[in-house]
Every structure is written in C-alpha cells, then in structure tokens.
C-alpha cells in the first residue's frame, strides 16, 4: 500500500474508501453523500480526491493480491492500523468516524462489512494510548450494529 502524509487529504479519502468498498459496493448514493459534505470538502477532500482515492485502493489491493474475500481479512489488523497510524489527530479521527458513518448510512442501508470496518477503525484508534482519553466520548458513534 502506498504511504500517504500524516493527517493528508489523501490519507483521510483512504479511510473513507477503506469503508466504501468494505462490501464489496461502492454505493453511488455514498459518494455522492460524501462528496456533497461541506465538512469532507474543509479537509481538502474533493471529489476529484475521494474517487481518485477509491480506485487508487483498488489498485493497491489488486497489486497485492486481493482475491475478493472479505476486506478485512484481506488486509488485515496489522495492515489496517498502518494505514490508520496516518491519521493521528483526535479531531480529525472523530470527524471520519461520522463521516463515514454518514456514507454507510446514505443507501438506508449499512452492511455487515461496512459496520465491521467502522467499528474496526475506531476500536484501532481507541486502543492509541492517546486516544483512550476520549474513546468514552467517541463512543457515541458506535456501535453501528445497532443502527441496522
């Protein structure tokens, strides 16, 4: 996978694609939920940005090998907290976790996968000594099992 600067555009988008296709689906209605979000657009994420992400992860996956299973058993803990380590600012982890939360729930419908790898990405964070100061306040926004 390609290394992207800390707290970048472009690591922000990969997250958010990470979640997106984690079905396997990416939903017109997600990103077009996402890329009409004044917020996503604030941190420089265009929608230029977020689909040139998406196809980029794609690409990376399919370099590596990914054969169609399960996303996240395809990359893996290790992997997925690599990839997260490029986002370290509460702030900014907070704000990806409602966004991508919004985009799951955009098609009135979140997915298994999709709630898997939100609750993934946030129990990675929460566990960042640093983060676990404000993972009670973060919990808010989990679990996402529930908003079935």
């Known amino acids: 996978m390609r290394a992207y600067p800390r707290n970048s555009p472009q690591a922000v988008a990969r997250i958010l694609s990470l979640v997106l296709i984690s ?3 990416v939903s017109r209605t997600e990103l077009e ?6 917020e996503l657009q604030q941190l420089g994420v265009t929608p230029q940005v977020l689909h040139g ?3 980029t992860l794609c690409e990376d996956l399919l370099m590596d090998g990914f054969d169609g299973r399960s996303l996240q058993t395809r990359v893996g803990h290790d992997c997925l907290a690599r990839l997260l380590a490029e986002v370290d600012d509460h702030r900014l982890q907070e704000q ?8 799951a729930q955009s098609d009135h419908h979140v997915s298994e996968a999709e709630a898997a790898m939100i609750e993934s ?9 640093a983060t676990k100061a404000i993972a009670k306040a973060e919990s808010r926004f989990l679990p996402m099992a529930l908003v079935h």
């Open 121 to 129: 990405i946030w129990r990675i964070w929460r566990a960042v000594p």
């Open 96 to 103: 990806l976790i409602r966004l991508a939360r919004l985009a």
């Open 23 to 25: 079905d396997g689906h």
């Open 33 to 38: 939920a996402l890329s009409q979000h004044a």
């Open 53 to 55: 992400i998406v196809k």
